[in-house]
C-alpha cells in the first residue's frame, strides 16, 4: 500500500479528508495541511576483515526475510549516518566499527507492515576495530558470515538497494 494512501486523518486537525495530490504529497481537506513523502535514512557498513572479506548477516524477519544482507539500520534523530550505523552495528553484531568512507547511495523500497517505504541508503566501508564480542542478535539476524569477493551473489540478497550496492561495488 502506497504509504500517503494509509493515512486516514490529519495529524494537524484530525479530520478524516486527506487526498492524494501526487505521488509525492498529500492535502487535508479541512485545514490545508500538506503531507510530503520524504525519504528516511540508512547507513549501511560494509566492513571487511583482514583477508578482504564481507560481513554479511542473514535477515531473520521481512521484509526479505531469509536473505543475505549487509548490516546497517535507520538514522535516528540527532546522529550522524556514520554514528548510526556503528550504532546499529554494535546493537545487532556486538562488535565495534568506524565508519570511515563514504561509499555511494542508493534509494530503497522496504515494505514495512504492508506500506511501502522509500529509505536512501548510505553505503560506507567500515573498519573492524573490535570483533571479540561478536554475537548475533536474534531479533534482527539468523546468522552472519564473513564472504570472499568470489562468494558473493547478487541474487542471494533481498533488498533492492543492497543488490545495487553488491552490483556497484563487486560487479563494476
Given amino acids: 500500500m502506497d504509504i500517503l494512501e494509509a493515512y486516514k486523518f490529519c ?9 492524494k495530490n501526487n ?13 510530503y513523502l520524504n525519504p528516511s535514512i540508512g547507513g549501511v557498513g560494509m566492513i571487511f576483515n583482514d583477508e578482504g572479506k564481507l560481513l ?6 521481512d521484509p526479505a526475510k531469509g536473505t ?3 548490516p546497517g539500520g535507520f538514522v535516528e ?19 565495534e566499527i568506524k565508519a570511515e568512507k563514504y561509499l555511494f547511495s542508493i534509494p530503497n523500497l ?19 576495530v573490535n570483533i571479540s564480542t561478536m ?16 562468494e558473493i551473489k547478487v541474487e542471494d540478497f533481498g533488498l533492492p538497494s543492497i543488490k545495487e550496492a553488491i552490483r556497484r561495488y563487486f560487479h563494476k
Avoid: M
Fill in 23 to 35: 505521488d509525492k504529497t498529500a492535502q487535508c481537506q479541512s485545514c490545508g495541511y500538506k503531507i
Fill in 110 to 128: 522496504y515494505q514495512y507492515k504492508g506500506i511501502e517505504r522509500y529509505p536512501l541508503d548510505f553505503f560506507f566501508k567500515c573498519k573492524l
Fill in 77 to 95: 534523530v540527532g546522529e550522524s549516518i556514520e554514528q548510526a550505523i556503528e550504532r546499529e552495528i554494535k546493537e545487532e553484531l556486538n562488535i
Fill in 56 to 61: 554479511v548477516v542473514r535477515r531473520s524477519k
Fill in 135 to 150: 554475537s548475533v542478535d536474534l531479533s534482527e539476524n539468523s546468522d552472519y558470515a564473513f564472504l570472499s569477493p568470489e
Fill in 68 to 70: 543475505w544482507h549487509i
Fill in 11 to 19: 495529524p494537524i486537525c484530525g479530520k478524516s479528508g486527506l487526498k
